[in-house]
């Protein structure tokens, strides 16, 4: 089951709330209509969007456009959550040898945690364990990166093209001066686009940039506590050391709701 994020739910119907309320609050109903116009609309998306697609891979620019998706998903697991569950394994590691791990891995969702442990159990050398378990973070972490670039990138044609939209407007406008009735709601179809072209900007992309980089923060710090925490319950150390030493990861007013079940007992 996919949990949704309410936060980057609501925070993006709050904006376009805000701004559907800001324009009837001026023009009313009846004046909601000035502010859509298709040409300024393709110049700004449609220019915006095709000069992303020039500094990006065919490939690589759909799962930029994909990864809008991933900040609607809750992660399954915090931090917190992470280490209740490490902290069981090296409990199960305690009390019935490594090799029971092997059997605990088999109920986990996490693949990360779990080729750890299969690596741990198999009997690779902690410090070849880490380099593995290291890498694959880097390269999760240069892929979310990656990500979050498209998206800033993204954000930056958007008001530039808008500023284009906004010059060709202009342009006209001014080959058209006779009707002097005209030029100013040409001006005001010029001006449209550098509005698209803002929101564009900062009502999706930034924010979007923003949350994946956010999310992937939460990811890493989830990771390093994985590799710690295996890497001690390879070395043999005491549950409550190893509770103690992870819950270094978390902020003072979260290390109280993390812990094993019986917080790192003695066998």
Same mark, same amino acid.
């Given at each position: 089951?996919?949990?949704?994020?309410?936060?980057?739910?609501?925070?993006?119907?709050?904006?376009? &709330?805000?701004?559907?309320?800001?324009?009837?609050?001026?023009?009313?109903? %009846?004046?909601?209509?000035?502010?859509?116009?298709?040409?300024?609309?393709?110049?700004?998306?449609?220019?915006?969007?095709?000069?992303?697609?020039?500094?990006?891979?065919?490939?690589?620019?759909?799962?930029?456009?994909?990864?809008?998706?991933?900040?609607?998903?809750?992660?399954?697991?915090?931090?917190?959550?992470?280490? $209740?569950?490490?902290?069981?394994?090296?409990?199960?590691?305690?009390?019935?040898?490594?090799?029971?791990?092997?059997?605990?891995?088999?109920?986990?969702?996490?693949?990360?945690? $779990?080729?750890?442990?299969?690596?741990?159990?198999? %009997?690779?050398?902690?410090?070849?364990?880490?380099?593995? @378990?290291?890498?694959? @973070?880097?390269?999760?972490?240069?892929?979310?990166? $990656?990500?979050?670039?498209?998206?800033?990138?993204?954000?930056?044609?958007?008001?530039?093209?808008? !500023?284009?939209?906004?010059?060709?407007?202009?342009?006209? !406008?001014?080959?058209? !001066?006779?009707?002097?009735?005209?030029?100013?709601?040409?001006?005001?179809?010029?001006?449209?686009?550098?509005?698209?072209?803002?929101?564009?900007?900062?009502?999706?992309?930034?924010?979007?940039?923003?949350?994946? $980089?956010?999310?992937?923060?939460?990811?890493?710090?989830?990771?390093?506590? !994985?590799?710690?925490?295996?890497?001690?319950?390879?070395?043999?150390?005491?549950?409550?050391?190893?509770?103690?030493?992870?819950?270094?990861?978390?902020?003072?007013?979260?290390?109280?709701?993390?812990? &094993?079940?019986? &917080?790192?007992?003695?066998?």
């Amino acid at each position: 089951m996919i949990l949704v994020d309410l936060a980057s739910l609501l925070g993006m119907i709050i904006c376009l &709330g805000m701004l559907v309320f800001g324009i009837i609050s001026a023009a009313g109903l %009846g004046g909601f209509g000035s502010y859509l116009d298709a040409p300024s609309a393709i110049i700004t998306f449609g220019g915006a969007f095709a000069a992303v697609l020039t500094s990006y891979s065919l490939q690589d620019y759909i799962s930029g456009l994909k990864s809008l998706t991933l900040i609607f998903k809750a992660p399954a697991m915090n931090t917190s959550d992470m280490i $209740k569950k490490i902290i069981d394994l090296s409990n199960i590691a305690r009390k019935e040898g490594l090799l029971s791990l092997e059997e605990a891995a088999s109920d986990l969702d996490e693949p990360f945690l $779990k080729k750890g442990i299969l690596l741990v159990v198999d %009997g690779t050398d902690p410090d070849l364990v880490r380099a593995i @378990m290291e890498t694959e @973070m880097t390269c999760v972490d240069d892929r979310h990166k $990656k990500f979050a670039g498209f998206w800033e990138t993204v954000a930056s044609m958007g008001p530039a093209w808008g !500023m284009i939209g906004t010059l060709v407007g202009l342009v006209n !406008m001014l080959n058209n !001066m006779e009707d002097a009735s005209s030029i100013g709601p040409s001006m005001a179809v010029a001006l449209i686009t550098t509005l698209y072209g803002s929101l564009l900007a900062n009502w999706i992309c930034t924010p979007t940039a923003n949350k994946l $980089k956010a999310d992937n923060a939460i990811e890493m710090q989830q990771k390093e506590v !994985m590799i710690e925490g295996l890497l001690s319950i390879q070395a043999g150390e005491n549950p409550r050391v190893i509770e103690e030493k992870l819950k270094s990861f978390l902020a003072p007013k979260d290390r109280e709701t993390a812990g &094993g079940d019986d &917080g790192g007992g003695e066998e």
